[in-house]
């Protein structure tokens, strides 16, 4: 069986079990405590990150950029970057954006600070980082409000790797109860879409051991 | 004309230069000073980073691996991904790699300290940063120098983007003068063959203002 190796709300890994999920392919999933660098992980992946993808003939893959591209090159069916050029440089400028401007200007400083130092028992959240945080979010969430308000999905009328780049980032940051939803309806109300689609249950469900998703998390189920 | 806006000594700008000039696609430069905020330049990337390609019909993209997968999709006769999937996945891996963690571990510690901030006007290099950049590199020189004793290139046998995004970064970390190559001699060797290459003169003759490149940079030249 394939495998992917992740861990809990990490958005990377989200993202390629998402993409996962919407090409129909079944994979096993693995926690890797990556901090722990175990040898047998690092001889897969010598950059020692996740995700990290086993295909069922032995390929490992790592990133999930790498991976979402190989994904899509071999298994063409459902297309998730584009079909020309023009769309798919699209598609993966915002799959960027996400991957690395949101994950730097919100998640890292909400989920790395409040999430991952619990878990690896770091201290406490460093306040100025959680402040940044919660001031640059909005203007993403504005910039998802005005994408969508032109597009049917973010990087134009189908479903895209820029949706599931973006859902992964903000899945995790709302597990820990920063997104505010109630001041975005256009951000809010695309993301409801994704979290309805087949097989993203965990998104929501999901749960980090001894870590329990803030109220306005489990609010957003219903 | 196709348009590349840039700034001196960017690696990322560099990567896409290098990528143009391997595929023998003419291009005129414009420096951008990024941090002025440019309105007409934030209307064609929102996210105000470099670099930006326009193209001869008025395309716009930016991100240097989006600019760098529509140019292998649009102009394929020299390919510099790969032909399969698996080839092209490990092509990606290693342009990753030195796009994102050599760019981190390397530098932002050496480039953007000692270059960026005497260009803004920030101030002395952090010394932690510094000394963290130039305990980190070995570890990359290490590795391209593992990669290349046992392919021809860093991702296979033929010249790829892995190739480029490394010598990208490695180039302007020679211009502040900190590369040991004296202590990787099979890394320095293939960094000689790259800037051997046609038309890439420019990695060793670029000068930014008012800031002239280390001495041994200009040693590596003869």
Redesign the interface.
């Known amino acids: 069986m394939r495998m992917l190796f992740h861990f809990w709300l990490h958005p990377f890994s989200r993202k390629v079990r998402m993409a996962l999920t919407e090409k129909n392919l079944s994979f096993d999933l693995t926690i890797e405590k990556t901090w722990e660098r175990r040898t047998e992980f690092l001889a897969m992946n010598?950059?020692g990150d996740l995700p990290l993808l086993v295909e069922k003939n032995g390929?490992i893959?790592?990133?999930s950029?790498?991976?979402c591209?190989?994904l899509d090159?071999?298994y063409p069916e459902i297309n998730l970057i584009g079909h020309d050029?023009?769309q798919?440089?699209e598609t993966?400028?915002l799959v960027?954006?996400f991957d690395r401007?949101f994950n730097k200007e919100v998640t890292e400083n909400l989920v790395d600070e409040k999430l991952m130092k619990a878990i690896l028992n770091l201290g406490e959240p460093h306040g100025p980082s959680v402040r940044a945080g919660r001031a640059n979010i909005h203007y993403h969430l504005d910039?998802i409000g005005f994408l969508i308000e032109r597009r049917q999905w973010l990087a134009g009328d189908t479903f895209s790797l820029a949706d599931i780049s973006a859902a992964a980032q903000l899945s995790a940051v709302d597990y820990v109860g920063d997104v505010p939803w109630e001041q975005h309806h256009v951000a809010h109300q695309w993301y409801e879409k994704i979290k309805a689609r087949t097989g993203y249950d965990f998104l929501v469900e999901e749960r980090v051991p001894d870590f329990n998703p803030a109220v306005n998390h489990i609010q957003t189920v219903s």
Chains 1, 2 share one sequence.
């Open positions: 010598p950059a390929t893959l790592s990133n950029q790498v991976i591209e190989y090159e071999v050029p023009v798919r440089a993966r400028r960027n954006w401007k910039y």
